[in-house]
């Protein structure tokens, strides 16, 4: 079944532990982001990456790092989480293209305390 | 800075009403467009792709206007299933390897009995 998998689907840390939440895509896709969801201020992009090896920041890349070493998966780090990151994040794949669809995964809700 | 602005929301539609949805968008390079739907606390589904001839997939029909950068999204014959938040969706490819989403922040549609 073609599908992208984020895990954890639920975390509550404290402020400063590092966290990775990993993102897998079975499609073969190109193309892989991150987007954080806040009630009033709809999805915005973090990060997303073209190809291997290949990373753009999105429209909030503060507090966050990804990298893409392997076609397939595309981590999400919070080096040191803090408070204001507390959010849901659904990662994404898709084609290269014109009228390519987003992939969504299912979503990890994030509490940092 | 992109946006993509849509109608606030939100829509609280009888059974069997027709319903339109409206979207702008700032960047006039941006080359594709989307409708999402989005149940609440799931992860964005797509619902239609947005093509410059308009195009209808069974109730759902979607119109894109370049000349005035606005994308529209129309509901005939609403069913109660159709409760949720629809997300208007561009990719802009404007800058030499950009391949950016942007969401509007979405519009909540509740059909009623």
């Known amino acids: 079944e073609a599908q992208v998998t984020q895990n954890p689907r639920y975390l509550i840390t404290v402020t400063g532990k590092k966290l990775t939440v990993t993102c897998s895509q079975n499609?073969?896709?190109?193309?892989m982001s991150w987007y954080r969801q806040d009630p009033g201020l709809g999805l915005r992009q973090i990060y997303y990456?073209?190809?291997?090896?290949?990373?753009d920041k999105g429209d909030v890349p503060e507090g966050y790092k990804v990298s893409r070493k392997e076609k397939r998966n595309f981590p999400l780090i919070l080096e040191s989480p803090s408070p204001n990151q507390t959010s849901l994040y659904f990662c994404?794949?898709?084609?290269?293209?014109?009228?390519?669809?987003?992939?969504f995964g299912d979503g990890t809700r994030l509490s940092i305390l | 800075r992109k946006e993509v602005e849509q109608d606030p929301g939100p829509f609280n539609v009888p059974e069997g009403a027709t319903v339109a949805f409206n979207c702008t968008y700032s960047?006039?390079?941006?080359?594709?467009f989307f409708w999402y739907r989005q149940d609440c606390r799931k992860e964005p589904k797509l619902l239609m792709s947005?093509?410059?001839s308009g195009n209808e997939d069974g109730r759902f029909t979607a119109q894109l206007n370049r000349a005035s950068q606005y994308i529209s999204l129309l509901i005939r014959d609403s069913k109660l299933s159709d409760s949720a938040t629809y997300l208007c969706?561009?990719?802009?490819?404007?800058?030499?390897?950009?391949?950016?989403?942007?969401f509007g922040k979405g519009t909540k549609l509740s059909v009623i009995p």
């Open positions: 969706v561009v990719n802009d490819r404007s800058g030499a390897g950009s391949y950016q989403l942007t």
């Open positions: 994404a794949s898709s084609r290269l293209g014109d009228n390519q669809p987003q992939h």
């Open positions: 990456s073209m190809n291997v090896e290949v990373t």
């Open positions: 947005v093509y410059s």
């Open positions: 499609m073969n896709h190109e193309y």
């Open positions: 960047n006039s390079a941006s080359q594709s």
